[in-house]
């Protein structure tokens, strides 16, 4: 099957560890192999807060991190919410096709309602599931590399797909998630890695820098370090991150560590995500600040060509 990748973040900070095994891993992986699109969801930033904050910086840096990563953007379109028209446009067929129960009932949302610092939950919040919905459908992307938490807003977009298609005709193909194979990775207070929750290691974090933040993290009074996911989900979790860091099992780790305790545990953690890190680091070095915008510019550019085509398509078929 020849398949379209569409993929996103919202430019909330800089992308972390979490990003990388979650999501990144797999657009590397992809980006030779299929046509695809990664998306800066600048709108969806302020679903759970009133103002979107420093988002030209986080852009920036959110260029930088895919350029350091290894995302080649001659075979990558990279664009922003913002600078398409024609994405947003198809927010508005899109939300007729949805009922406000199907909006309500959405887990993740529920969860982002749960930890908004907001004093009341704004209509973007309820309805930018169907906007993601259109992110992905614009370009008819067919195959999308997210997060767990994401299949709730997956599920939206194959439901939005459907009723398309049934009620004006075939135009869109029914996406399909696509999981990391890897098991998803905590923050280092053993909750969800998310960087408005100040747990995550970010990918520019310097040497230092991830050592500080190794050295907060949560773990338990046990000398004896063991494995065990539901009895110590803090070590549990940090044995996984030098896991995915080195390619080894966590187990064999925990055994390693033996009855180092703590201390032992976060200095291999600490050395096997420096090590991870190091070829990442000299990355950014190579790439400028006007370089990352000149590949969004090119990006925007192309995303908007498709982005016409396919309203002109959904208009021609609702008979406007
Ligand atoms: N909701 C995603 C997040 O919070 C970002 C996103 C926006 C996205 N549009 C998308 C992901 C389309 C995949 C496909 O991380």
């Known amino acids: 099957m020849d398949h379209v990748v569409l993929t996103g973040d919202r430019p909330t900070g800089p992308l972390h560890l979490g990003h990388y095994f979650g999501s990144l891993a797999n657009r590397l992986a992809l980006q030779g192999t299929y046509p695809m699109y990664v998306l800066i969801a600048d709108y ?11 988002i030209q910086r986080n852009i920036t840096e959110l260029l930088l991190d895919h350029l350091a990563v290894g995302l080649d953007p001659a075979r990558v379109t990279i664009f922003r919410h913002s600078a398409i028209p024609e994405l947003n446009q198809l927010l508005l067929p899109f939300l007729s096709l ?6 309500r009932r959405n887990p993740t949302v529920k969860d982002e309602i749960a930890h908004s610092s907001q004093q009341a939950v704004n209509g973007l919040m309820f309805t930018y599931p169907v906007h993601q919905a259109a992110d992905i459908l614009f370009c008819k992307g067919t195959l999308v590399p997210v997060g ?16 398309f298609n049934e009620r004006y005709g075939e135009i869109f193909p029914v ?3 696509m999981l990391g194979e890897r098991p998803l990775l905590g923050g280092l207070d053993g909750g969800k890695m998310s960087k408005s929750r100040g747990n995550a290691i970010p990918l520019r974090a310097t040497e230092d820098e991830t050592a500080a933040l190794i050295r907060r993290a949560r773990t338990d009074s046990e000398r004896l370090i063991t494995f065990d996911e539901e009895g110590r989900p803090e070590v549990a979790n940090l044995l996984t991150l030098a896991s995915l860091c080195l390619g080894r099992p966590q187990r064999e780790l925990a ?7 703590a201390a032992a545990l976060k ?3 600490t050395d096997a995500v420096n090590e991870f890190l190091g070829p990442i680091r000299a990355r950014r070095r190579e790439h400028t600040e006007a370089e990352a ?28």
Request: cysteine-free; glycine content about 6%; overall charge negative.
């Open 293 to 320: 915008h000149a590949v969004l510019e090119e990006g925007n550019r192309r995303a908007r060509e498709r982005a016409i085509t396919t309203l002109d398509e959904v208009r021609e078929a609702m008979r406007f």
């Open 255 to 261: 055994d390693e560590i033996g009855y180092g305790g």
């Open 44 to 54: 969806q930033v302020i679903t759970d807060r009133d103002l979107p904050g420093e």
């Open 98 to 103: 949805v009922s406000v129960a199907e909006l």
């Open 148 to 163: 767990k938490d994401q299949l709730p807003h997956l599920e939206m977009a194959r439901l939005v797909a459907r009723r």
């Open 267 to 269: 200095r291999l953690v």
């Open 175 to 177: 996406p399909e998630a």
